[in-house]
């Protein structure tokens, strides 16, 4: 499968336990999104990545939240002392910037549904 | 603030016949547009996409209409089958801009 791959597909935790999810977006796509959506609503911006630099964040990515992505490659997003409010799914998703010419379509995974008890 | 937004939260069609999904977008400085389809517990899977300089464009049962001058985006389905069964987006990309923002999106119900 060459599309963009998230682990785990579920996670089910505590509040206030820390939760990491991983994303491996389309092998030759050096830009990388993490979106989050809640029931009934569209996918919500998080922040994005161009390789290994983090370029933007939302007002969404609260202190708890961290993401990375240090070789370029595979992201992961952490969630520290989750709340019930962290209950959602998140998405991740990839696309191809080389110099001026963006591809502006966004290949999304299956997301991570993940839910705080 | 400007949002991307879509009219109905549910579209309801017999099989067969043609959907059309609507949306309203209020960010002037847009000047790309996609249209994704989500089935349950799925990610968004893309469409179709229009750019700006464009009033509509065409693929495989489906077409892109766009309309700048009252910021209206819509997705026609033709040939309604089962597996269209789904919640549809839209979104938009400022000039500029990193990344997409969504509308809300519309379910769409096939009747048999």
């Known amino acids: 499968d060459t599309g963009v791959s998230q682990d785990p597909r579920h996670k089910i935790t505590k509040r206030g336990q820390n939760v990491t999810f991983r994303c491996d977006p389309i092998?030759?796509?050096?830009?990388l999104y993490w979106y989050r959506q809640t029931l009934g609503q569209g996918p919500e911006f998080l922040t994005y990545?161009?390789?290994?630099?983090?370029?933007?964040k939302s007002r969404l990515l609260s202190d708890r939240f961290s993401a990375e992505r240090p070789k370029g490659s595979f992201s992961t997003l952490e969630i520290q002392r989750t709340e019930q409010g962290d209950s959602a799914m998140y998405l991740c998703?990839?696309?191809?910037?080389?110099?001026?010419?963006?591809?502006?379509?966004?290949?999304f995974g299956s997301g991570t549904q993940l839910s705080v008890l | 603030g400007e949002s991307v937004g879509l009219h109905l939260p549910t579209l309801s069609v017999q099989e067969g016949d043609n959907s059309i999904i609507n949306c309203a977008y209020s960010n002037s400085a847009s000047d790309y547009f996609i249209w994704y389809k989500q089935e349950s517990g799925k990610g968004p899977q893309f469409i179709i996409d229009?750019?700006?300089?464009?009033d509509k464009r065409q693929g495989q049962r489906v077409t892109v209409l766009l309309n700048k001058t009252v910021k209206h985006l819509s997705l026609q389905i033709a040939a309604t089958q089962p597996g269209d069964s789904a919640v549809y987006f839209c979104a938009e990309n400022a000039r500029g801009a990193d990344g997409l923002t969504f509308g809300k999106g519309t379910h769409l119900i096939i009747q048999p």
């Open positions: 229009i750019r700006s300089n464009m």
């Open positions: 998703a990839s696309s191809s910037q080389q110099g001026a010419i963006s591809d502006e379509k966004l290949f």
């Open positions: 092998s030759e796509h050096n830009r």
């Open positions: 990545f161009q390789n290994e630099a983090q370029l933007e």
